[in-house]
Nanobody, 126 residues
Framework: QVQLVESGGGLVQAGDSLRLSCGTSGRTLSTWVMGWFRQAPGKEREFVAAISWMGSSISYTDAVKGRFTVSRDNAKNTGALQMDRLKPEDTAVYFC???????????????????WGQGTQVTVSS
């Protein structure tokens, strides 16, 4: 069992930055691919970013490329999502999750993630 806890959400203005953190307990983080997803009201949960076990491979959805940066610190069992130049359309509940899948972009599929955090609200005002 892996428990994930996110923190760092909040209410900001367009153009501001936020840093989300994700901590784990149980198995060490280095044994998992870490993904970030978001879900806006009335919409499906969507892939935002993923980082491979040791951080050597990273993927972003097109909407956040150049603005968001995903990272991890396996020694501290934590991951992070740095969000810069935020836009109102980034407003959503953000989740971190872990999976053992990477090939064929499996990390983009939320159904491949067995463990999820509780989510943290990010609201960007215009």
């Amino acid at each position: 069992q892996v428990q994930l806890v996110e923190s760092g959400g909040g209410l900001v203005q367009a153009g501001d930055s936020l840093r989300l953190s994700c901590g784990t307990s149980g198995r060490t983080l280095s044994t998992w691919v870490m993904g970030w997803f978001r879900q806006a009201p009335g919409k499906e949960r969507e892939f935002v970013a993923a980082i491979s076990w040791m951080g050597s491979s990273i993927s972003y959805t097109d909407a956040v490329k150049g603005r968001f940066t995903v990272s991890r610190d396996n020694a501290k069992n934590t991951g992070a999502l740095q969000m810069d130049r935020l836009k109102p359309e980034d407003t959503a509940v953000y989740f971190c999750a872990v999976t053992s899948a990477w090939g064929r972009e499996a990390y983009r599929d939320p159904a491949r993630y067995p463990y999820w955090g509780q989510g943290t609200q990010v609201t960007v005002s215009s």
